[in-house]
DNA sequence: TCTGGGGTCCTAGGACCC
DNA sequence: TCTGGGGTCCTAGGACCC
């Protein structure tokens, strides 16, 4: 049987439970027992789902419309999604975390987890350091967590999941404290679906041939498994035997792709109608594109019908070009999304979502100059001050303050999206700071 | 009537080039 | 009868993640 820690590795993976659940109940103490559910952009389906409301059987992504008489019969709370608090409540939940490792052992991987590698803290005792990190968090931000350790990200994925499903554990699951045998059973008492990396069609195909168990496919020869499935469910299968394939990043890589894009709050059928979204999801693009300090190579424009509605005619285009010379430039942008929109758009369709997307990043500061057509330096250097200022503005103010041609100030009642459940923004606007009175 | 948004990687086929 | 090999770009689709 092969030995599952063959190197000694130790990573932790925490994860927050329920995290936008978690964070909305930070300073509405009342809800605590409560069966709430955060909802996703358009108040459409369920994005995070409280223990309560999990163990009366909703899964995630339920649309929300499907599920209101159950709300109404559980009293379930819905609340819209906050991002602008869920990320102020991920970066101090994150630094709590820094607080255990140097800084580049630590990896934050989503909005709610980090990785976190104490391979060279030897001396610590993972379990109690597990704890510390729980009581740690809990007190300092208000977010219940749970802690897996092992000897690879994926086998810190699964402790994680195990604990999070065996409360006895006491939210921490320690693999490398286990002997071989401990190991292999705690593998094969959970499903292969709990692997990260193995989702809802892998399973069923692992299923049909008797891998049930995460055990089961911890036994796969991982060749044959490449041969069938790919060069993804190898390196699975050697991280789950303790081989370590999936690398560690302390920075986040720039982006690749940057995509922006909505559900409208009801149907568009015009051109001139769709393109008042499509100038605001590029100017929201650009922006993130400079945050990051690239210009996009190229550009593409997105449409869709409703894919639940098959009496309806669909079409769903997508359509991208290559730019004659990569820019950040808002203005720039716009232009060639229009005529995108314009070159993708038929008339009859009742359409409801639009994007847009930005492909081929570089970095801005190499980016080369086209030998037609480009801006005189002067002219360039006036663009860029110009984007500065819109981008401040946007921040200060709020987004939509200031935008190119009509991006930011006309009529967006058709197609902006319905929030109906906001929380108030408690931690980033001095609007919403809650008041604690002392008498 | 109402069904999210933003990403990643991998594969495969066709066009085209040398 | 015999019908290269290797590379890029583009598109589309499939799978996964949170």
Not at 63 to 68: A, E, I, N, T
Not at 98 to 106: N, S, Y
Not at 165 to 173: D, E, L, R, Y
Not at 380 to 393: K, P, Q, S, Y
Request: glycine share 8%.
């Amino acid at each position: 049987m092969t030995n599952l820690t063959g190197n000694s590795r130790r990573i932790a993976l925490v994860d927050a439970n329920s995290f936008y659940c978690s964070a909305e109940r930070i300073f509405r103490p009342d809800l605590e027992g409560v069966p709430l559910v955060v909802l996703s952009n358009n108040d459409g389906c369920v994005v995070a789902r409280s223990s309560e409301v999990k163990a009366l059987g909703v899964a995630m992504g339920t649309p929300w419309f499907q599920m209101k008489d159950l709300a109404r019969q559980h009293r379930i709370q819905a609340f819209s999604s906050n991002y602008t608090l869920y990320g102020d409540i991920s970066r101090r939940f994150m630094a709590v975390l820094g607080r255990f490792v140097p800084p580049d052992e630590q990896e934050v991987y989503s909005i709610d987890e980090s990785f976190l590698d104490f391979t060279h803290q030897p001396q610590l005792d993972l379990t109690d350091t597990g704890r510390m990190i729980r009581d740690q968090v809990r007190q300092w931000t208000g977010l219940p967590v749970c802690v897996g350790f092992g000897p690879t990200k994926t086998l810190a994925k699964f402790a994680n999941n195990a604990a999070k499903k065996q409360p006895a554990w006491g939210g921490v699951c320690d693999l490398t404290a286990l002997t071989d045998r401990e190991r292999w059973e705690v593998l094969g008492q959970f499903p292969v679906r709990d692997v990260w990396g193995i989702g809802g069609r892998l399973s069923v195909q692992l299923r049909e041939l008797g891998i049930n168990t995460a055990g089961d496919l911890a036994r796969v020869d991982p060749k044959r498994a490449r041969e069938r499935w790919g060069v993804v469910m190898e390196r699975t299968i050697q991280e789950l035997t303790g081989t370590s394939c999936v690398a560690w990043e302390n920075q986040p890589p720039p982006k690749q792709q940057i995509i922006a894009s909505r559900s409208f709050a009801g149907p568009l059928y015009t051109v001139e109608q769709l393109a008042e979204p499509i100038r605001f999801h590029m100017a929201r693009a650009a922006e993130k594109l400079r945050q990051q300090g690239s210009a996009a190579g190229r550009l593409g424009v997105f449409l869709e019908t409703n894919r639940f509605r098959p009496q309806d005619p669909q079409y769903h285009p997508t359509r991208s070009l290559p730019l004659p010379q990569s820019t950040d430039d808002t203005a720039v942008l716009t232009t060639w999304a229009i005529a995108l929109l314009r070159s993708v758009f038929r008339e009859g369709y009742r359409y409801v979502k639009a994007g847009v997307m930005l492909d081929d990043l570089r970095p801005r500061s190499v980016q080369q100059g086209s030998l037609f057509g480009a801006a005189p330096p002067e002219q360039d250097l006036r663009r860029e001050t110009l984007m500065g200022v819109l981008d401040r503005a946007n921040t200060k103010w709020g987004r939509g303050t200031m935008g190119v041609g009509s991006a930011g100030v006309k009529d967006q009642s058709g197609w902006m999206m319905n929030r109906e459940n906001l929380s108030p923004c408690y931690t980033t606007s001095w609007a919403d700071v809650r008041a604690v009175r002392a008498d």
